[in-house]
């Protein structure tokens, strides 16, 4: 049976305003009735507190569901997601939350899943993407634990055992069943070791939202899906207009990575500050190029985002490594290089090796 998403309520928490945009219109496509927009988690804290109190500020009455980026400024998506869980001004700590991001490190998927997210969705993300994981916190609910240090969907997804020893102090039969849609306290109130863990298996209420019949899953109509597609085609010139500012970006927070004159091994704070710009600017454009028939500023800047992390020092060997990959984003964008780039393409890629590697040979000296 398709479902119906008139009545959802969806709140994008997304800082870059493009993609912000192209979310909320995806969403729009596949049906939602209403799509609300944040810059960022300070923004969405804000209008989810309204949510009671004063709903015309806060642009609904309801929010069925929250899709947040993580990295944001004032307040991150984990810093939302933890406040959605756990605050006391929270409209629903019960909220279904998918995690939408470039930043799909290891560390930041695990940071989500144990602050209590439902789903994750990785930037670059498709129509196909977004659906599965929008259909899965509908058909799939998990039941929600609460204990001393979490409360948040059930994170073991299937009934099977550890991987390794059982590390568990807690057995089955310290786990309490709750039926009640009301909140527990705040975390850390209960749970101590001995003491009951609480189980709450809720009525699935974003199925009857969508129109859902228990025990059968459900699916989106296939023209919504089509249309969604057609959004993201339609953003891809769009895009292309944007890039040149980004090459802008990026060759700036370069120019603040030179040098202190006598100091090669240690960069200064200027230099440490335009690095992590070019990581910030390489991880967007990772979640972004293939998506609009860039896959070359895909290849590119996930390359970038990995030689720009922290460092403790920026040798100058390094700073050509970045330069040469600024340099190859610069050409693709100029160029206007879209798919493999053909010949063109192959030069640049071929260009962009060598440095690499003649960087990992120097540094092997």
Known sequence: ??????RLNVLVVEDNPFVNKLVCDVLAALGAGRTLASPDGADAVERLSNIRTAPQRAGASQIDLVIADIVMPNVNGIELLKWIRTSANSPNR?????????????ANVESARDHGANEFVVKPFTVDKVTSRLLAVIDQPRDYIYCQTYFGPDRRRLDVGPPDAERRETQEQDVRLVY?????????????????????????????????????????????????????AEKADEYGGLLGDIIKELAAALANCGHVPGEEEVADAQAQNGFAQLNQIAMELRGQGHMFGYPLITMAATSLYEYTVARAYVDEDHLELVKAHVDFLANVVRDEITGDGGEIGRKLLSSLNRARQHYRQRNAA
């Open 94 to 106: 019960f909220m279904p939350i998918i995690m939408l991001s470039a930043a799909a490190d290891r």
């Open 180 to 232: 009640s849609e009301q909140a527990p306290e705040v975390i850390g109130q209960q749970g101590q070791k001995g003491q009951q863990v609480l189980r709450y298996s809720l009525p699935n209420a974003l199925r009857g939202r969508v129109g859902g019949v228990p025990g059968r899953r459900g699916s989106l109509e296939p023209q919504s899906l089509l249309d969604a597609e057609r959004v993201i």
């Open 1 to 6: 049976m398709a479902y119906s998403l008139e």
